[in-house]
Each structure stands twice: as structure tokens, then as C-alpha cells.
């Protein structure tokens, strides 16, 4: 009997009168117009029973199952998967949905609940109804930041990126709060680690192509240290150095790969990153002296457009261009010349003849 009155309240929550629906105890009657299955629902396509079923089957006791039986689960799944529909007819806005179905409430778990996945669907119908503004991805990320913990975030956005309907906006979630909350970094690292998420996944939720990658940005140097943490885990073969750096160049692919090197240059000062940037930046030369064919010359002229390589070793020996070119001058030398021609023009740089140690670098490649 408690099942059938939750099904009752289910439906008048959205405004449908009861009194037009029979159930008894051989078959369910739907009879008002309106009470339809949205075939286009990507939920619906993953044959997921959505909406109240959960609730009402949590909330049976062993001497209703005859009850549930009579009532029929397949025509429960239809109630669920249409309540998101009746409530889009009567404008609801889905914050006062979220609200009146108690999910802001304490205790009230949203990771796995079937009910609160049929309400980000519904949001998906809401905006397509009003607007893509009328509910943006900022709006919903509040509501939930202020409904839920930290813990209890990371745990739903990441449960969510297991639903293929709902991967997009988990890593828009994903990405906004550990854009919103740093303090949330250790944790998601952790969950990440736990289920094995590779770099190039992590980048993708991160989402740092969007903006300029170099070492200003914390997003960015998140995504390496979790790189980092990763290869120690699973072993550094899991996800080289040169998997690394071909993902960033396929990721900025219109960008002067030249701002890399400079880059990583900087990043090499941050010890708890020094060595994953070190042999990123190795790669990156190599692939300029093998495959682009530059020398240290050239290189230098392209770190800054403005002016030529000599004016940049003219600069102090703490300017990150000169470093770079410094850098990069000495893997050129190594690589053409040997350890012999290396230790040459490392000697000629520590005596602050920076001219004359390029010269020598290219001396080898005449």
C-alpha cells in the first residue's frame, strides 16, 4: 500500500491528477495523455530504470514485494522516466526540483542515485526548452558546491564520468572545481589514482588547452605533477615523457613550439618537477635538431622575434632565454659532437663566453 502512495505522490508532485490513474491489482493504467516515455532520453537509451524506481524499491519491505509485483516494474520505469517531461510542461526551474526532492538534505547521497541523474537530465530538457543561459554549467556547479562537501563532490563527478550520457558534463564539473577549490587537488588525485585515469584523460577533464600553457599556469603544472604521480604508480613505460610532450604540441598545435622549450626551462626549477621537465624538454630539442634541423642559431633567433640570438646571450645568465638557449645549445653539442665537443662548450659557457660556445656547438655539424 506505502508503494502505490509514493507512486500517487510522485505524480502530483508534477501536477498530474491522481485520481485519472488506476492501479489494481492485475494491470497499471495510465490514462492521462501526457504520461509518455521520451525515446530520445540518452538515459532512457542506456536501459537504465531511472526517476522513483530506486526510491520505491529502497523503501519496500519484504511483505510488499507481492505488491510491486502485481504493480509491474516496467510500468514503474515509465512514471520515473517521464516525471522530467511533466515538470518541464509545468516551467519548473531545476534548482526548485533539486530542492523539493530533498537532495541538498543531509545524508542524502547523489552518486549512484538513480533520481538525481533523471534530474541532470532534466536540466539537458530545461535548457533545450528555455536556452542554453537559462541553467548554465556555472549555475548547476553552485548549487551542488553548496548543497555538498568536497568529498562528496569528487566522489559524484567522478561516478558520473561513468555514465556515457553523462561524461561531458562530469568533466565540466570535474574541471570547474579544481579550478574553484585547490584544496580539493590532493583528493582528486587520489580518486584519479585509485581508478587508474591516464594523463591523457585527466587532460582532458582539466581542460588547459584552453588557455596558455607555460609556467604560470596552475592548471597546467597540476596536470604534470598528476603525470608524474601516475608513472610512478603504473611505471614510467605507462606514459613516457615523449607520450607527454606529443600530447601538448597535438594539443596546442597552432602555438610556437619554441614557447615549450622556454617553458620547461622554468618549470626545471620546481624540484618536485625537475626531472619529468628536464626530459620533456630533451625531447622537444631533440625533435628541433633532429627532424626541424635547427642549430643553436637558429633556435636562438626563434626564441625571440624581436631580436637576434647574440643580443640574447648578451642578457644575464638568470634570464630564462638565456637559459634556454643555453639549454639547447648544449644538447645540440652533445648530440652532433659527443661528450669531447659537450665539455668543450660547457667550459666556454661557464667562462662567459657564450659566442664562442655556440660556435664551437656548430663547428661540429660543418
Known amino acids: 500500500m506505502r508503494l502505490v502512495c509514493t507512486i500517487v505522490s510522485a505524480i502530483s508532485f508534477l501536477g498530474v491528477d491522481a485520481a485519472s490513474i ?21 538515459l532512457i537509451r542506456t536501459n537504465t530504470a531511472l526517476g522513483l524506481t530506486r526510491s ?13 509485483e502485481r504493480i509491474g516494474i516496467s510500468d514503474l520505469s515509465k512514471i520515473a522516466e517521464k516525471l522530467p517531461l511533466d515538470a518541464l510542461k509545468l516551467g519548473m526551474n531545476p534548482k526548485d526540483v533539486f530542492t523539493r526532492l530533498h537532495f541538498a538534505e543531509a545524508g542524502v547521497k547523489l552518486d549512484d542515485n538513480l533520481e538525481f541523474i533523471e534530474w541532470l537530465h532534466y536540466i539537458s530538457l530545461y535548457k533545450a526548452s528555455k536556452g542554453q543561459t537559462a541553467f548554465s554549467d556555472r549555475t548547476l556547479f553552485e548549487l551542488l558546491r553548496q548543497s555538498k562537501s568536497e568529498e562528496e563532490l569528487v566522489t559524484l563527478f567522478h561516478s558520473l564520468r561513468q555514465i556515457p550520457a553523462m561524461k561531458n558534463i562530469a568533466d565540466t564539473m570535474q574541471g570547474m572545481l579544481f579550478d574553484r577549490l585547490p584544496s580539493s587537488h ?11 585515469e591516464t594523463p591523457e584523460e585527466v587532460f582532458k577533464i582539466l581542460n588547459p588547452e584552453w588557455t596558455t600553457l607555460d609556467a604560470n599556469n596552475a592548471v597546467f603544472l597540476s596536470w604534470l605533477k598528476y603525470t608524474k604521480l601516475y608513472r610512478a604508480k603504473m611505471g614510467t613505460s605507462s606514459f613516457s615523457e615523449l607520450q607527454a610532450m606529443q ?45 626541424n634541423k635547427l642549430d ?10 624581436y631580436v637576434s640570438w647574440r643580443y640574447i646571450l648578451k642578457e644575464p645568465k638568470t634570464d630564462v632565454d638565456y637559459q634556454t638557449l643555453e639549454a639547447f645549445t648544449l644538447r645540440y653539442a652533445e648530440d652532433k659532437g659527443g661528450s669531447a665537443v659537450l665539455k668543450e662548450v660547457k667550459a666556454l659557457f661557464a667562462t662567459s663566453d657564450p659566442e664562442a660556445a655556440v660556435t664551437a656547438a656548430m663547428r661540429v655539424s660543418l
Open 296 to 305: 643553436p642559431k637558429e633556435f636562438g633567433d626563434m626564441l625571440d622575434l
Open 247 to 291: 600530447l601538448l604540441l597535438k594539443a596546442k598545435p597552432l602555438r610556437n613550439e619554441v614557447e615549450f622549450g622556454r617553458a620547461f626551462q622554468v618549470i626545471k626549477n620546481d624540484p618536485d618537477l625537475k626531472n619529468l621537465a628536464e626530459n620533456m624538454q630533451t625531447h622537444l630539442f631533440q625533435k628541433w635538431i633532429k627532424v
Open 186 to 196: 590532493k583528493l582528486m588525485n587520489e580518486v584519479w589514482l585509485k581508478h587508474q
Open 22 to 42: 488506476r492501479i489494481d491489482s492485475h494491470q497499471t493504467y495510465f490514462t492521462p495523455a501526457n504520461l509518455y516515455t521520451d525515446p530520445h532520453s540518452p
Open 56 to 68: 520505491l524499491r529502497s523503501t519496500s519491505v519484504a511483505n510488499e514485494d507481492e505488491d510491486e
